[in-house]
């Protein structure tokens, strides 16, 4: 008699467990991507050209080869020409340096480099995920310096911002 009580209690302890573990479904993605790649299969990223009214002459092939890394690196889809299940197109259109910061006489104390990309996202598999969307981001820097002595850096912070901001928008469906 007493098997049988403890017999009971052992599966009224284990049953829930393991209907827990059955049941559940526990997906981690450590790439941040959340891509079927038995559905898409295939991306194609076209150059960004340069459209804004200041130009710096290797933002636009800096911009798309970041993003270009961005997708290689983090996602398992293979790169084609045209024809692609995902594709991303679109231009950088705004880039340029406005004041943000004055001080107790009025003068600029603080700069801001600008930079605005248009995306068009096209999902062929999906196409209510397909969308045309503007990117931005801005970094500050101090009128100490010339835009010519921190673009290059500034450049660099503004396209990884970018970048992140269409991955997530277009692969890692948060």
Not at 89 to 113: F, K, M, P, W
Not at 123 to 139: A, I, L
Request: with cysteine; net charge negative.
């Amino acid at each position: 008699m007493a098997w049988n009580k403890r017999k009971y209690f052992l599966l009224a302890l284990v049953a829930p467990l393991l209907l827990a573990v059955v049941s559940c479904k526990i997906s981690y993605k450590f790439n941040g991507s959340s891509i079927d790649y038995t559905v898409v299969k295939t991306i194609s990223i076209d150059e960004f050209p340069n459209r804004a009214p200041l130009v710096y002459a290797s933002l636009s092939s800096d911009f798309t080869e970041k993003l270009k890394e961005e997708f290689s690196s983090k996602t398992a889809l293979r790169f084609v020409d045209h024809d692609a299940d995902l594709q991303i197109s679109g231009d950088i259109t705004g880039y340029n340096v406005v004041s943000s910061g004055v001080n107790s006489s009025g003068e600029a104390v603080d700069s801001r480099l600008q930079m605005s990309v248009s995306v068009r996202f096209v999902n062929r598999v999906n196409s209510t995920e397909s969308f045309e969307k503007t990117f931005s981001s801005y970094q500050t820097f101090s009128n100490q310096y010339t835009i010519d002595q921190v673009q290059g850096e500034l450049n660099g912070l503004l396209i990884e911002d970018i970048v992140s901001q269409i991955f997530n928008a277009t692969v890692a469906n948060w």
